[in-house]
């Protein structure tokens, strides 16, 4: 019998049944406090019945699991290395000759398929289902539709100013000053009637209004005329426009190059989105960190005050990857420092001191 290889698989079936135990219980507390969040926020909302809210927590409990996942890893590590030390089983393991490296790398090797798995199967089910919630939300809750839509022929945007619908097309977006360049403007009426056409150069998002540069206008039956300058009221933002886009969560993993590459082409700003598709590259590295980081905490002899110390530990070091993780990917986000770096600084940093911490105490 292969000792190492049967201990191996030992400790990798202790550390995935505490992992997911942890995990399964943070997902359902998520999901209860997502479902009284919605009640509070459903208020007087006549459509916002039990059901569809019910619909709405389920919808966005897939992303509430990838995102609970590190956190879910770290805790459920320290509880499966904490139990195997106080039952001394690790101890009868080194005294048999074991590293800890050797006893490590199971449950390191579990944590980093997990990591694949969740961005590569996982994240297209959750990113599908994030984005009926956010349709839902904004129906439902925010009384409105989406009104922005990105493809290979340009930005497409529909308004309406009270008589019906206007559609905006532009081709691309000038990258110097953001302007929208080769605008077509469609306007309807209710009975989705066209009653006007209007072509130009370019278009600028002001106070409450689009101005046309050098525009031409047609109706039916009457010839295009020229017009110069047009204002066209609008209730979108500036902001506005560029949150308008689809959010990165609810974009597959496979598909966020290819709507990178599509934003960036249009002339929009793809930070976000390069900022997330980096942040899951990452994550089986980062998986693979807090489990060097919980095994600082959990593998050492059981004493007094030992329990109080590995809690304190875990929620102090849940506590910094969070906060480490929001600070670092503002400062990518406003381009301070790269996206790459920004994405990568959590699951390194975790990464370096794990292993800095369990090299000095192994090899001293």
Avoid at 112 to 119: C, D, R
Avoid at 128 to 134: P, S, V
Avoid at 277 to 289: E, V
Avoid at 342 to 354: F, H, Q, S, Y
């Amino acid at each position: 019998m292969n000792i190492a290889a049967t201990l191996s698989r030992y400790i990798a079936r202790q550390f995935a049944g505490w992992c997911a135990g942890v995990f399964v219980a943070m997902v359902g507390v998520a999901f209860v406090i997502d479902v009284v969040e919605l009640l509070r926020r459903s208020g007087t909302k006549a459509e916002a019945t039990v059901a569809i809210l019910l619909q709405m927590a389920i919808f966005k409990l897939p992303y509430l699991a990838q995102e609970i996942l590190p956190f879910a890893m770290l805790f459920g590590s320290m509880l499966a290395f904490w139990r195997l030390t106080r039952s001394s089983e690790l101890l009868v393991a080194r005294a048999a000759g074991v590293s800890a490296w050797q006893f490590l790398a199971p449950a390191v090797l579990v944590a980093v398929a997990i990591g694949v798995l969740t961005i590569t199967v996982f994240n297209p089910v959750a990113s599908i289902l994030r984005n009926r919630y956010d349709g839902l939300e904004s129906r439902v809750l925010k009384g409105r539709t989406s009104d922005l839509a990105l493809s290979r022929t340009g930005l497409w945007l529909r308004q309406n100013d009270g008589h019906g619908p206007t559609i905006i097309h532009a081709t691309r977006v000038a990258p110097d000053d953001g302007r929208l360049l080769e605008i077509t403007v469609l306007q309807f009426r209710d009975d989705d009637r066209l009653v006007r056409r209007i072509d130009a150069a370019s278009a600028r998002l002001e106070e409450h209004q689009w101005r046309l540069s050098e525009a031409w206008s047609w109706r039916p039956g009457e010839q295009t005329t020229p017009i110069g300058e047009y204002v066209l009221p609008t209730t979108m933002t500036a902001r506005g426009l560029q949150d308008s886009f689809a959010a990165p969560e609810t974009i597959s993993f496979w598909e966020l190059p290819g709507f990178i590459s599509l934003l960036e082409t249009a002339g929009f700003s793809a930070h976000r989105h390069r900022l997330y598709w980096h942040s899951l590259l990452a994550q089986p590295i980062l998986l693979g960190a807090l489990v060097l980081i919980a095994a600082t905490f959990a593998l050492r002899q059981t004493r007094r005050g030992g329990t109080t110390w590995l809690i304190m530990g875990g929620v102090l070091t849940g506590f910094l990857l969070h906060f480490l993780s929001d600070v670092v990917f503002a400062l990518g986000l406003s381009a301070n420092i790269p996206i790459a770096l920004a994405a990568w600084t959590p699951a390194g940093v975790c990464l370096l001191i794990g292993a800095s911490i369990l090299l000095h105490a192994e090899d001293g």
